[in-house]
């Protein structure tokens, strides 16, 4: 996952990249055997452990998703932890330090 | 592994903290909604089948999508009380792409690349105060992006 926030003023606006295929369980493989459905289904933001941000996502997402959020009364020094889950219940967490 | 009196105390407290995730993180996911094969499925498992057109909502897609894979849709409202926004792609096999959580401090303005099997609209629905308003916008997909 790729994070890239901006601090202006008070408003970070936060741009997140997940590496991930996104399979919907429709596509096929060179062998004509549909490839099993895994895709990201929760994208989540923490802020000293209080939750900012939360989105649900179905198979419709494009392959290597990118969320774009604002974030109003933030202020330099912060940290978001944010953390994605598929629906295979892999996982990767990574954090953003506002500046 | 050795059975200490706070090994044991340890395990139990991690142990609890699992259980306890369904709770708060994937039981959340509404597999019902996301899994609906049909528009009007998913609209009425997310509880918006009555919802009303408001021009308090903002929808930002590309009239034309060359390249159904990946469709950059930008969602905004200056409705208040947001509750949830959510976006569907009426034609896709399963239409309910995305759904955002409001909180306090966030913006209700997401961005969010989405996939198009075909030429269809693009529906956000925002739930607030308890009611549904929605806006939507017509994208002609060149090339779609479900089939493999």
């Given at each position: 996952m790729r994070i890239k926030a901006k601090l202006k003023g008070d408003v970070a606006t936060v741009k997140l990249l997940i590496k991930h295929a996104m399979e919907s369980g429709r596509r096929k493989d060179e062998a004509g055997k549909i490839i099993p459905a895994k895709f990201v289904q929760t994208v989540s933001g923490h802020i000293a452990g209080t939750q900012v941000f939360e989105v649900n996502t179905g198979a419709g997402v494009?392959?290597?998703?990118?969320?774009q959020v604002v974030l109003n009364g933030r202020a330099a020094g912060e940290t978001i932890d944010f953390k994605w889950t598929d629906s295979s219940g892999a996982s990767e967490e990574k954090s953003v330090t506002l500046k | 592994m050795s059975l200490t009196r706070r090994g044991m105390l340890k395990r139990i407290i991690a142990g609890s903290a699992v259980?306890?995730?369904?709770?708060s993180a994937f039981a959340q996911w509404a597999e019902a909604a996301f899994k609906a094969d049909n528009y009007k499925a998913?609209?009425?498992?997310?509880?918006?089948e009555g919802a009303v057109a408001s021009d308090k909502i903002k929808l930002k897609a590309p009239e034309i999508a060359e390249n159904g894979a990946v469709v950059p849709i930008q969602v905004s409202s200056t409705l208040e009380n947001i509750e949830s926004i959510?976006?569907?792609v009426e034609k896709n096999p399963t239409p309910l792409t995305a759904q955002f959580k409001m909180f306090p401090g966030?913006?209700?303005d997401f961005k969010i690349r989405v996939r198009m099997g075909e030429t269809?609209?693009?529906?956000?629905i925002v739930k607030a105060d308890g009611k549904s308003y929605s806006a939507s916008s017509e994208v002609k997909v060149t090339i779609?992006?479900?089939g493999g």
């Open positions: 494009s392959k290597n998703p990118f969320i | 259980a306890l995730v369904p709770f998913a609209l009425t498992a997310i509880g918006s959510s976006l569907l966030l913006k209700p269809s609209k693009v529906v956000a779609g992006g479900c």
